[in-house]
């Protein structure tokens, strides 16, 4: 049963991934694909911490597996504001159809 | 047994093709930008390939140092090669005529490199295939190491006169860098809220991992080294959210913590030459501690070596002024 | 004077004393010339005590960490390694005296800490008997030398150190993939556990390329001497001192010593190319010299060229002479006091004029008469006239090559000690002209003279010394290994 | 369980090289600078699936080093290298 819901996580977190790269390689512009890589990322790789999570052998380990994920999200969170506000300052413009 | 078996041929197949692959995109670059965000690509890679060596040890070095601090010193670097030289269309114009060598001096260098290649990879393949080295002396050593971890056991006591005089290349590296000048004056405090909230955050986590992989260190991968790199990033982090640091701390405080690791070392070996008649020699006893406050030493002096070599020049002071 | 001295550890102190007066002087620049003085000349009695102890109980042994070979690393220290310390300690000593006056407060807190730590590689680096160790003492070494080599600030000398920066770096690397391909082949990186264990198989060989490339490259021998003249021309005069006559004898010393313990037998052909570039760096390095309109590019040329009289060591300390590799030695010795004279000559006098210009050099010889003596007498014992350290170690290395057979050698170092004359003679002639001043003249301070005096009239002294000197060259195992292979 | 860890890990592995197209291709610095964010976190999934196949702890810590200076380099970037001439790679 464990191993089952493992398997879901981790197939879904893979395909979160998927999701983000081809939005990263497909958005026409900086911010869609920074929206794209960043959600879809932080989004893919808590699931497959959750898969593993589940799977790990201490409590401590599973803690570990957690924080891990905290960190990215913080990372990726401040990182993504910087990264637009920059583009912002710098006047690159937003994509219009 | 077997489907595992493919599945990591193919991982470590891919590895090595992107490997190589970055390499040439990072030489070849014209874009000094590109080929730094490749390199940041290529130490990453570059810590799964120690991962499947079976490296642990050197997989996190490469995390800490390959990954966070070398991408930060090279974009510094880009920082300040664009402040000092903001390329002029002549310059552009030069080595757009630089790019076309003659024939021999195209074709020389690749015959050269092609042989020089092909001579070490025959020599690589003739090598005796398991080369136990020294990791039955190690292993029979490792009771009187004072430490559980061989890599460590090494580092610090089978040889650790090879990194006394690390830390002395560290510190030297860094004296170069103050060699060449340039008097830097901290930038003004930045004020940017979520830059400051990170580095809230960010920064009691480094230090506190900076601690763990110190304590670690003695029974698992971990260490003075990867310990000090993460205490390096903790220090860039708050250089570049516009940290204050007092002018008198950056006198004398900073060049103590920076002299400390090769300082602590060198003392202790004095000490121990003394009392055991032999440089560097531990009583078995004792090893423990005394490796433990060597790498205690080491971290400080390793991350403040890495956060100063991020500021670059020497940091004002009331005496060079 | 025997039991006490020769108990000590002189070896031990050889490498930490320097390393801890380094840092010592790097916090606190306010004392920087005291604790710089007080710690080279420590240095030197500490060379003398280990001379001692060494003549009275032959070669000196010590296992860092009390582990022992294989496993860990040993400390060893012969009649060569002495030799090289010596090397390191007077003219260490000649060079600190000079600096004391040479540097303003700003560049002489910058100097101390690097040439101190410096010191202490160079020491450890010939008291080494482990090839990774060799490899670490090279990098702090290397590292130290850019330090120094950019020291003045001025965008020649940025420049020089760069390129110093990356010939450096590759010669280290090349070296290190080298030591890898030992240790993987001999299961350690002990030098006498190497040279009994090594066989001729294809890794050795590729580990032979790459160790004498890299080290060649650190030791500029033709033509990966490119870096060089810029390098040594463009730092201030102390450095280009401490480069000129210790830095690239580090490199050497390292790549005889591996040949005279490992290398030596397994090699045929190599020892010729290395012995054919030397003569071909005698030449070019004496003709660029000679072309040279600049004095410290001069200076920095006939480094090139003499570093090929070493290199001439190999194809003739292949019969396995102790007179070839100790006719080397000689000149290592009489080369770096010369030339360490020279170009604290060449500081004198742009200290003196603000400039170095050879064909300026008008009436220096009235102004700072000791200046012009020094250089005359480093140019004897460069140019190898009697009575001189560079006489005796050429007379030598003649000796040697007739006795083999050698006319090629011969011929090589006649044309090169012609060539050394005709570039020295220029540089007098200039400087006894008698043309109108016209620049303002600054006065020398009488340190910076009588120091680059000393370090020429020693020199030429060893052309009087040579018994003692092959008494200590001869102390230890180097000897009976090559006893053994006559 | 062990092939599944593999078989994603190499997965994520094709991933990341697809996203080297972006580095190569900009066309703003900053697009390439996302590229090495997808790189990161990528590296973090691919480390943490390989300690969980290999059962090893320390790679979990590599993870962590990674997850933690993930973003120093891009700080670093922010603040740093990218110039305000940016606009003027950016069609």
């Known amino acids: ?97 | 047994m077997e489907a595992i078996d493919i599945a990591l041929g193919l991982f470590d197949l891919l590895l090595v093709f992107l490997l190589l692959w970055l390499a040439w995109l990072v030489m070849s670059s014209e874009d000094l930008f590109k080929a730094i965000v490749l390199f940041v690509a290529f130490g990453l890679l570059m810590a799964l390939v120690w991962v499947r060596l079976e490296a642990p040890d050197i997989a996190l070095a490469e995390a800490a140092i390959g990954a966070g601090l070398t991408g930060a010193l090279l974009m510094a670097a880009l920082d300040r090669l664009n402040a000092v030289k903001p390329m002029p269309a002549a310059a552009v114009v030069t080595s757009a005529k630089r790019e076309q060598p003659s024939l021999p001096s195209k074709v020389l260098p690749l015959v050269a490199l092609v042989l020089i290649v092909l001579g070490l990879g025959y020599a690589l393949l003739s090598l005796p295939d398991v080369a136990d080295g020294l990791v039955p002396n190690v292993k029979e050593q490792m009771a009187q190491s004072g430490v559980k971890n061989p890599v460590t056991a090494v580092l610090l006591n089978f040889r650790g006169y090879d990194t006394l005089l690390e830390m002395v290349v560290l510190l030297l590296a860094l004296l170069s860098v103050w060699s060449l000048g340039g008097v830097r004056k901290l930038s003004p405090r930045n004020t940017n809220p979520v830059l400051a909230s990170l580095c809230r955050v960010l920064v009691p986590v480094l230090i506190l991992v900076s601690c763990y992989l110190l304590w670690v260190g003695a029974d698992a991968p971990g260490g003075a080294f990867q310990a000090g790199s993460v205490l390096g990033a903790a220090g860039v982090l708050l250089l570049l959210s516009g940290w204050h640091v007092e002018q008198k701390i950056l006198l004398w405080p900073l060049r103590f913590i920076l002299v400390l690791g090769s300082g602590v070392f060198i003392i202790i070996a004095a000490v121990l030459f003394f009392t055991q008649g032999g440089l560097l020699t531990y009583p078995v006893a004792q090893a423990g501690w005394l490796i433990l406050l060597l790498e205690s030493a080491a971290t400080l002096s390793i991350g403040a070596t890495l956060a100063a070599l991020f500021f670059g020049g020497i940091p004002k002071s009331r005496v060079d002024q | ?486 | ?91």
Request: proline letters at 3%; a neutral charge; glycine letters at 10%.
């Open chain 1, 1 to 97: 049963m464990i191993d089952f819901f493992s398997i879901l996580l981790l197939l879904a977190g893979a395909l979160f991934f998927l999701a983000g790269t081809v939005g990263l390689l497909r958005f026409p512009d900086l911010y869609t694909r920074l929206h794209a890589l960043t959600k879809a990322d932080n989004v893919g790789l808590g699931l497959m911490i959750a898969g593993l999570a589940l799977q790990a052998e201490s409590l401590s380990a599973a803690g570990k597996l957690v924080l891990i994920w905290g960190l990215v999200l913080l990372a990726g969170a401040s990182v993504a504001y910087l990264i637009a506000r920059g583009a912002l300052l710098r006047g690159v413009l937003p994509w219009k159809r």
């Open chain 3, 1 to 486: 004077m025997g039991g006490l001295l020769s108990d000590a550890h002189w070896g031990v102190l050889l490498i930490l004393l320097p390393l801890f007066g380094g840092l010592c002087s790097f916090l606190w620049p306010g004392a920087v010339k005291f604790i710089g003085l007080a710690t080279v000349s420590a240095v030197a009695l500490s060379v003398v005590g280990l001379g001692d102890q060494l003549l009275t109980t032959g070669v000196y042994h010590h296992a860092v960490g009390g582990w022992g070979a294989p496993l860990g690393i040993d400390l060893y220290a012969d009649g060569l390694s002495l030799f090289m310390l010596m090397v390191n300690a007077l003219v260490g000593l000649g060079v600190s005296i000079y600096a004391l006056d040479y540097f303003d407060q700003g560049e002489a807190r910058r100097f101390w800490p690097l040439w101190l730590l410096l010191l202490g590689g160079l020491n450890a680096l010939f008291l080494s008997a482990d090839i990774f160790n060799l490899y670490v003492t090279l990098e702090i070494v290397g590292l130290a030398g850019v330090g120094l080599a950019s020291l003045s600030r001025s965008g020649a000398a940025l420049d020089g150190a760069m390129r110093y920066l990356m010939a450096t770096l590759l010669g280290s690397l090349c070296y290190l993939l080298g030591v890898a391909l030992l240790y993987h082949s001999a299961g350690t990186v002990d030098i006498p556990l190497l040279a009994e264990r090594l066989e001729s198989t294809p890794p050795v060989w590729a580990a032979l390329g790459l160790i004498c490339a890299g080290l060649a490259l650190k030791t500029a021998l033709f033509p990966l001497h490119f870096w060089l003249p810029k390098a040594h021309a463009s730092a201030s005069a102390p450095v280009s001192a401490l480069l000129s006559a210790l830095v690239v004898k580090a490199s050497f010393y390292i790549l005889l010593r591996l040949w005279l313990e490992i290398f030596s037998v397994r090699t045929e052909g190599v020892d010729d190319l290395l012995g054919a570039l030397g003569m071909a760096a005698i030449i070019w390095g004496s003709l660029q010299a000679l072309q040279q309109t600049r004095l410290k590019l001069m200076i920095a040329y006939s480094t090139v060229s003499q570093m090929g009289y070493l290199f001439l060591v190999f194809p003739l300390a292949a019969a396995g002479a102790f007179s070839a590799w100790s006719a080397v030695a000689y000149l290592i010795l009489s080369h770096a006091l010369a030339k360490s004279s020279m170009f604290l000559v060449a500081g004198n006098l742009m200290h003196f004029g603000g400039h170095d210009r050879i064909a300026d050099l008008d009436r220096a010889v009235q102004r700072l008469p000791i200046t012009v003596g020094a250089f005359a007498l480093a140019g004897v014992s460069i140019m190898g006239l009697p009575p001189s350290g560079g006489f005796i170690g050429k007379w030598l290395l003649l000796n040697e090559a007739l006795n083999q057979g050698r006319w090629d050698l011969v011929i090589v170092m006649m044309i090169g000690g012609v060539l050394a004359a005709a570039y020295i003679f220029k540089v007098l002639g200039f400087a006894f002209t008698q043309a109108p001043v016209t620049h303002e003249p600054k006065g020398v301070p009488a340190i910076m003279e009588w120091s680059a005096l000393l370090l020429a009239v020693a020199a030429i002294v060893l052309g009087f010394l040579a018994s003692p000197l092959m008494l200590i060259l001869g102390i230890g195992e180097t000897v009976q290994l090559m006893g053994a292979g006559q």
């Open chain 4, 1 to 91: 369980m062990q092939l599944l860890y593999i078989t994603l890990a190499l997965f994520l592995l094709v991933n990341l090289a697809a996203g080297m197209w972006r580095v190569l291709r900009g066309p703003g610095v900053a697009d390439r600078m996302l590229a090495a964010q997808l790189f990161g976190t990528t590296a973090v999934a691919i480390l943490l699936l390989l300690a969980e196949a290999a059962g090893s702890n320390a790679l979990r810590d590599a993870a962590l080093v990674f997850a933690l200076l993930a973003a120093v380099t891009a700080v670093a970037f922010v603040k740093r290298a990218w110039s305000m001439q940016e606009e003027r790679d950016v069609d």
